[in-house]
């Protein structure tokens, strides 16, 4: 069913959630040292931080048919369908060639959550497929 390797959707799913961990910048005092504040500049969306362009990439790097099934996993996920309806998921997907799908789910809330759930409702689980490669 699916086109896209499961262990492609955890690596993207990785990625969301370190993105979906960022937070807006909170101005510390000058010199401020990384062990004094606990370090949590590290969750701070910064303008130099590699993260959202870590998870742009790994989508660009997707062949047009694993894009289609990721925005069919997220909405599966979401519960905009079920997984008995994975092929009307996958059309209606379809309907978005002529769209930018990795803009589309780098901005969709919760993207590590809906593709989780949706690769567990379709069968998959990233646990299995880490479980695979030891």
Known sequence: MLTIRPDKVCYI??????????????????????????????????????????????????NQDELLDLVALTW????????KEWD???????AMRNKHIPSYLLET?????????GLSCMGYSCEA???EHL
């Open 88 to 94: 009307a998921a996958r059309a209606e997907a379809g």
């Open 13 to 62: 799913i990785v990625k969301a959630r370190e993105f979906d961990a960022k937070v807006e910048p909170h101005e510390l005092e000058e010199g401020s040292n990384p062990s004094d504040d606990m370090n949590v500049g590290v969750l701070e969306d910064q303008l130099d931080d590699a993260t959202q362009q870590e998870l742009l990439d790994a989508l660009q790097g997707l």
């Open 129 to 131: 497929t880490e479980r």
């Open 76 to 83: 599966i996920g979401r519960g905009d369908f079920s997984d």
């Open 109 to 117: 809330p919760l993207l590590s959550d809906y593709l989780t759930e």
